[in-house]
């Protein structure tokens, strides 16, 4: 009988943590099983996915380019990951394969994290920046609150279909009442390649609530260009490890019985390992 596993599908798939945080919660767990990083190009998707139907195979994780890309070759989906149009998990449920999306779980669960004593900012208007996978899930999560989202996006478009589909408001940066908004989450992908210089609006720090969270999903510079000038503007300002670590527990709970404590996945991150296994 092969060792029990779960993998992650990338394009490129080098500095992922995912491993990492995964190998720690099955030692935590007890489980004699591994996760590993594949890299898997566009075109060997389909087939990455059909060898997930085996019976040792717990599920995996997708990341760039394959969380939309995958949806048709999976027999069904959550709830959450046909609304956003991204599956970030796959669950191997006795040969039958479910898509499901815990980034907006994981990033609800995260900023319960990073709110947690200033209530204030747990409710009131929010925007996201960029209409991407990252941006659907965070726009769904937020309006699952109640909440009342704003899209900023490079291709306004882009934030228009998005909106249509998840209830939020598509806007130029310049139509959104800034002193209402008690949350900005940057869901794009801007300054990526270059983080010195993040190519994000200037945004007027002062106009916004002294209480307001800048939330940045990117985890890679730990302080983005926009944190950096949030917090010199005195504002409350979080990362994207948090995310990281909560989704990847999310799906970790799902493939397994197991439901290991935060800790365990901010741990390895923090340890900043790099993978421990690629096949
Ligand atoms: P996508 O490629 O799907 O979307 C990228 C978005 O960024 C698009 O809206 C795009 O705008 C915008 N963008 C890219 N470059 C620029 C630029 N130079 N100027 C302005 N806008 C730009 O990516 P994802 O949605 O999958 O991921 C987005 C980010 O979220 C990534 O940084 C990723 O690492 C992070 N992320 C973090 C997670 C976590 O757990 N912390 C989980 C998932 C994602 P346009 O539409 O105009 O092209």
Redesign the pocket.
Known sequence: KAMQRAYLFADPVSHTLSPAMHNAAFAACGLVAYYAARHVRPAELGAAVASLRQVDVLGANLT?PH?EAVLPFLDSLSAAARSIGAVNTIINRGGQLHGDNT?AP?FLAALAAAQAGNSDTAAGSAVVL??????RAAVYALRSQGRRVYVI???LS?AQSLCADLGGEARERQNVPWAEVKLIVN??????GNPQET??PDFEFSSLPPSALIYD???KPAETRLLREARAAGLSTEN??G??AQ?ARLAFMAWTNCQPAIEVFLDALSENQPQARVE
């Open positions: 760039l969380k980034d994981g960029g209409a991407g996978g990252a941006a996006n490079r291709t882009k869901a794009s992908s801007a300054g990526l190519p994000l999903m990117v985890y994207g490890l995310m990281l989704q």
